[in-house]
């Protein structure tokens, strides 16, 4: 007890010391979760976040999928090289152990009080965030419905993928990824849909990364042990230690060709990363999975190869405050997600299971603007009880969430070893909008890499669901609302749209950046238009369609105009038209 007491002491006298040698600008870089930990003398993970980080300014100069993601991987990557490469060669010196990550331009490590101090004190250093471990948010799992089968499950004819097919659209020449606790790739179901099985040969080279090096500090237990974490560490073959990654797989592209039909796109081909081990990630797996996904790489984690990345990753998993995610590495994980759609990959997210209350939307990657999220419905279409709710109120933002809602409830999939169950969760509502995302690329390949457009597509088709629940000031009679987004998918309308869609006209759009802000707003707001020049329309629509606001402008490219004629509470779309193309988005008036 007297030693305890005396490294507790010692321990205070060095941060009161700190406190008055220091300034006020290195001691604010400090999460106070981190703070909290070190000042017991403890070390803990953590993430060393840099001030710099990269322009991506000519991303409007890249048309295809393969064009952007190779810019945005060069350009992240370089930047990264050269901003961190002083405190790589301190962390050597040291033998601290780290990774590096490009994407967000941070690196993981792992120290105690004086060395996190002097990494603070770096002038190149930004912030130091918490790296903590966080359990997933398990979805209820039906035990009574393991022998029950539909042939085509219920989920996907309620969003008519299975008519989708008979126009002759599987998947076929897409890339599903998958972001979870393990897939395990010999289950019956999605054996024949995994990258690196031709029907003879394995090879997992660009198909699979393990995220996993370290035993969770969580379940308390230091040595690897086949019984408790059958993965081991650093897998170089997809593994499972918990089951619900083969289930989301399965509801992507799950079919094994003897009457299970579970999957949206059992055309497409699976690639994935486990960032869980046994249930429990952090921050700094969740981002090297996203990394991975953006370059795949060879089993031994390189060469890396941008254009080998996935269409569309699915991420049915969330890391909640409670755990130690919050605002200081939120900003890290949305910067993650931001730089993959900029590279073209269309982003997943289940939106939680913290329902039925109002702003229960919070917790990344949901959270964020260029995730699209989304929300659980059930087989009438009415929303499930834990589906959770916008708006996202924990940033501040206001911004009305999920996207869009699926099937969520009593989901029938892939379970280890090789069968099937019903769950239920968000888990498995996210599945099928990756799986319908590859459905849309598969009908009009052009639309790769087009995220804005496929994600405009995908909420204008929905069938809109109103609801008596009125959240962050929009009536729920009103679409898009806070419980359903913009209603449930309907992924053979989307389809029917996406073929439709010239390749003229996404590539062109796709060039062309349209923002209102702020969004939400009250009174007045802006508009800011880049990559156009000539004269143009602007029409603002209230719910049921009707004109309300309409402007004429000749622009060149940097144009903005504020917008002063006050709007009613509610929400309203604009289109933007200049001669054949449209942008169209919308704007929330509180």
């Known amino acids: 007890m007297g030693r305890y007491l005396g490294v507790a002491f010692l321990a205070l006298v060095l941060v009161g010391n700190f406190n008055r040698v220091g300034d006020e600008e290195w001691r604010n870089k400090i999460d106070e979760e981190v703070w909290e930990s070190i000042s017991q003398n403890r070390e803990m993970d953590f993430m060393i976040v840099f001030e710099s980080q990269a322009s991506l300014s000519r991303l409007s100069q890249f048309k295809t999928k393969e064009e952007k993601g190779k810019y945005v991987f060069e350009r992240l990557r370089d930047h990264a090289r050269q901003s961190q490469q002083q405190v790589i060669r301190l962390l050597e010196d040291r033998k601290y152990p780290y990774r590096s990550f490009f994407l967000a331009n941070v690196i993981a490590s792992r120290g105690g009080l004086d060395f996190i101090v002097e990494l603070a004190k770096r002038s190149e250093v930004s912030k130091?965030?918490?790296?903590?471990?966080?359990?997933?948010?398990?979805?209820?799992?039906?035990?009574?419905?393991?022998?029950?089968?539909?042939?085509?499950?219920?989920?996907?004819?309620?969003?008519?993928?299975?008519?989708?097919?008979?126009?002759?659209?599987?998947?076929?020449?897409?890339?599903?990824?998958?972001?979870?606790?393990?897939?395990?790739?010999?289950?019956?179901?999605?054996?024949?849909?995994?990258?690196?099985?031709?029907?003879?040969?394995?090879?997992?080279?660009?198909?699979?990364?393990?995220?996993?090096?370290?035993?969770?500090?969580?379940?308390?237990?230091?040595?690897?042990?086949?019984?408790?974490?059958?993965?081991?560490?650093?897998?170089?073959?997809?593994?499972?230690?918990?089951?619900?990654?083969?289930?989301?797989?399965?509801?992507?592209?799950?079919?094994?060709?003897?009457?299970?039909q579970i999957g949206v796109a059992p055309g497409a081909k699976w690639v994935a990363c486990r960032n869980m081990e046994r249930g429990y990630g952090k921050p700094s797996t969740y981002i090297e999975c996203f990394e991975w996904f953006l370059a795949p790489t060879d089993v031994n984690n390189e060469n890396p190869d941008p254009t080998r990345s996935p269409h569309v990753i699915n991420n049915s998993w969330g890391c909640p405050p409670k755990e130690g995610c919050n605002a200081t590495n939120w900003e890290v994980m949305e910067r993650v997600v931001d730089n993959l759609k900029a590279a073209g990959i269309f982003v997943v997210s289940s939106a939680g299971n913290s329902g039925s209350g109002c702003g229960s939307v919070d917790d990344p990657p949901a959270m964020f603007e260029n995730a699209f999220s989304v929300g659980a419905s059930r087989i009438n279409d009415t929303i499930a009880g834990f589906s959770s709710r916008g708006p996202v109120l924990v940033d501040g933002s206001g911004r009305l969430k999920p996207n869009v809602v699926a099937p969520g409830a009593g989901v029938r999939s892939a379970v280890l070893p090789a069968g099937y169950q019903s769950w239920s969760g968000t888990s498995m509502a996210g599945p099928h909008v990756a799986g319908a995302v590859a459905l849309i690329i598969s009908a009009n390949p052009e639309m790769a890499g087009q995220i804005d457009a496929i994600e405009d597509i995908l909420e204008r088709t929905a069938k809109p669901v109103g609801t008596l629940q009125n959240c962050g000031g929009i009536a729920g009679s009103m679409v898009p609302n806070n419980t359903y987004g913009f209603g449930r998918i309907n992924v053979l309308e989307a389809v029917q749209v996406a073929i439709g869609v010239s390749s003229e006209e996404v590539v062109d759009a796709a060039q062309v950046d349209v923002r209102v802000f702020p969004n939400p707003s009250i009174g007045s707001f802006y508009i800011d238009i880049e990559g156009l020049d000539g004269a143009i329309k602007f029409n603002l629509y209230d719910q049921v369609g009707q004109l309300v606001q309409r402007y004429e402008w000749y622009v060149h490219d940097g144009f903005r105009s504020r917008i002063d004629t006050p709007l009613p509470p509610g929400i309203y779309f604009f289109q933007v038209i200049q001669e054949n193309l449209t942008w169209e988005g919308k704007i929330i008036s509180q």
């Open 128 to 260: 130091i965030a918490p790296d903590p471990w966080a359990p997933l948010d398990q979805p209820e799992r039906l035990q009574n419905s393991v022998t029950l089968r539909q042939n085509i499950e219920w989920g996907i004819r309620k969003i008519g993928a299975d008519q989708v097919w008979e126009m002759g659209f599987d998947g076929t020449g897409v890339r599903i990824g998958g972001a979870d606790t393990g897939f395990s790739w010999e289950h019956p179901a999605i054996r024949e849909k995994y990258q690196g099985w031709d029907g003879e040969h394995i090879d997992h080279n660009y198909s699979w990364h393990d995220a996993i090096r370290a035993i969770d500090t969580i379940h308390r237990d230091s040595i690897i042990v086949p019984e408790l974490n059958p993965c081991g560490l650093d897998s170089k073959f997809p593994c499972d230690d918990n089951g619900h990654g083969t289930h989301t797989m399965g509801t992507m592209v799950g079919d094994d060709g003897q009457g299970n």
